[in-house]
């Protein structure tokens, strides 16, 4: 089992910044992309920023210019910077990853979520 904890979130005016982090522990051989998905009110969830294993990063258009990802791969974390924020960021932010775990006689793949942190912009 893989298990991904978020922290960070919080309450912020617009213009401020906040950096979150998702640390990931357990039975982890491998982990591939890293990921910050968001979730606002009555919408669905939507991609913000992934990361890869070698540090190539993607970023939804709405975050590009204003938002940073980056990992530190020794500590299986994820880290997401948030500057310039806007009252539409006001979500509940997930953290994703995925790879490989491992087991007594095998390797298997995973698609781990954290348990979501909200972050609140006002206005």
């Known amino acids: 089992q893989v298990q991904l904890v978020e922290s960070g979130g919080g309450l912020v005016q617009a213009g401020g910044s906040l950096r979150l982090s998702c640390a990931a522990s357990?039975?982890?051989?491998?982990?591939?992309?890293m990921g910050w998905y968001r979730q606002a009110p009555g919408k669905q969830r939507v991609l913000v920023a992934t990361?890869?294993?070698?540090?190539?990063?993607n970023y939804a258009d709405s975050v590009k210019g204003r938002f940073t990802i980056s990992r530190d791969n020794a500590k299986n974390t994820v880290y997401l910077q948030m500057n310039s924020l806007k009252p539409e960021d006001t979500a509940v932010y997930y953290c994703?990853?995925?790879?490989?775990?491992?087991?007594?006689?095998?390797?298997?793949?995973?698609?781990?979520w954290g348990q979501g942190t909200q972050v609140t912009v006002s206005s």
């Open positions: 990361i890869t294993n070698g540090g190539t990063a």
């Open positions: 357990g039975s982890i051989f491998s982990i591939n992309a």
């Open positions: 994703n990853a995925a790879g490989m775990s491992y087991s007594a006689r095998s390797t298997q793949p995973y698609d781990a």
